[in-house]
């Protein structure tokens, strides 16, 4: 916009006179970035429509009013990294590649005290390199950003990004972010870095005063939890070997791990990259029992520290104790699901071949239902299980297990499959193919499944949330308890002699099988409140009189689970309200009793629904 068109704007709106200077930079050639509409170029002004012809990305010659551009657009700067990239495309390209630190000390220069926030920096930074690429490339980049000492980094993402006046070494800033600091857990994690930071170089002078604030976190703080204690103990140890001090610090990091009782929960939290140090912790710590230890480890682990503890094991010439264990829990049905989940992932190692050769079978594919219908049963939320993820993305794994499989094996595998809590129905449907790839007859499952879906359960609303409050007791109640039960008792010795061990299993098999029925009769029936009935014949919502032995009776018939005898109340699925369905007045149905036949002669039909 010229002069001249800024003046008739202001002319035509007086109070556009505070923002001429704005008006008077959207000039044709002119980048901006609009709230809505994203990056863009003014391409020109239409004297005659008052309107600037914007060029965004989806929208070419985009008219839009100078007026409202004022509070919803920016007029972007020459040296923004935007316009750059566009006026210096190679230049950018070569920074995003080889200096990305160098890049954000220019995107910061472009921005007013050269600071911006974590949020403004990473969403031009994405902009700038590329949404598809931008997440890795800056995972990279964040590292050599935090080393460079031009740049100061936030601590959080409200904070900023600044190019500082003087620059700052790493290793300097990090001594002040920790001398400033009062939280251990900061403390410990900034006596890393600077170890990391430092290298070689020498300033063990500094790193002492470190020293002894990260000894005095990890003895006095009460913050830390008892794997960030022991963390903390190893930082500092290490920092206290790399300034050459030989001082025996409390609490040491053996002491910390002395109570067996407490290593399953330090374990849970321990970082990942010092889960081995912790096994050659507890090694050196507890030399004889440090075997069983360890199992107890493997059987509650997650995530990489199930491989730690494995390789653990087995480096220290465990596996065959390894192997027999691995049997005995398929065999308790105590195998958990990263146990699970690393078996199958590993089963084509040649490392692990002897351990695992014994396991790839069909009695381990009926674990991994197991664990994936446990795992959705105790989750509150419909979060991903990873087991389910790779038993449908392997698509070997399922013929892998079922190579030694009997067809009627297989069938009650795919059977447990049909009815298991873990999967939607498009996923049963795709692993049940592989199925029947192997075993051809189990095709028939499928057809008897969709029969058993057709056949719908008429019932009524306090019917059908009875059913739901029961399933919801088992499911939050029931099934938990027994789940302690089997725990208390596998504690008490030998499982073979174990009767409370029996009984709680026992409990398990019917308080499952109660579930699955529930659910499934759930998932069949279809709520009424019998408004549909009429008197033209007995059906379901109506109220039969009939003649019977020379006595005069009245049954109301309803929803499935709708029984009462007390008051006569029947379900069209009883034998009387089966026969009874459709006839009308006058006729007569025969239902057997015991060893002999009863006659039913109905003398009137009336609606339920009319008389509640």
Known sequence: MNSEAVSALIAKTPSLKAVKAKLEAMEPGSYVVHRSWGFGQIK??????????????????????PAFCITTMDVLPANHLLVRKETEPKKILELIADNPAQLVVEALQAYPNNAATVIEMEITLAQVVGEDKFKKWWAVAKKAVAKDPRISVPEKK????????????AEDEILEQFTTTRSARRRIALAEELMSATGKKDIKADLSAVLKGVADAVKDSNQLDASERLYGAAVRD??????GSD?????????????????????????????SRFLELIHATHPIESRDILFNL?????????TECINFLVEHDHADELAATLTRWQTEQNLRAPVLLWIVKNRHSKKFAKLLNELISPRLLSSIFFAIDYEALQAASARRIPLGDILSEDTDLISDLLSTADPETARDLANTLMLNQGFEELTKKSLLARFIKIFPKIQSLVAADAESKEEQLLVSRESYNRKVEELEIIRTKKIPENKEAIAIAREHGDLKENSEYKMAKQDQSVLMAQKTLLERDLGRARVTDFKEATTDQAGIGTIVAVKTGGKALTYTILGAWDGDADNNVISYKTALGAALLGKKVGDTVKVK???????????????YADKN
């Open 298 to 306: 493997l059987k509650t682990s997650q995530g990489k520290f199930t």
């Open 44 to 65: 020109s002004y239409d004297d005659a429509s008052q309107r600037l012809l914007i060029d965004f990305k989806d929208k070419k010659k985009h008219p839009m009013d």
């Open 247 to 275: 001082t025996v610090f409390e609490p040491t990091q053996a002491s910390l791990v002395s109570v067996v009782r407490d290593l399953p929960t330090i374990a849970e939290k321990i970082p990942v990259h010092f889960q």
């Open 158 to 169: 409200t904070d900023c990004y600044v190019v500082r006046d003087i620059p700052v070494s």
């Open 238 to 243: 290490d920092l206290a070997a790399y300034v």
């Open 593 to 607: 009793t015991g060893t002999s036949d009863e006659e039913y002669t109905i003398t009137s039909i009336a609606r």
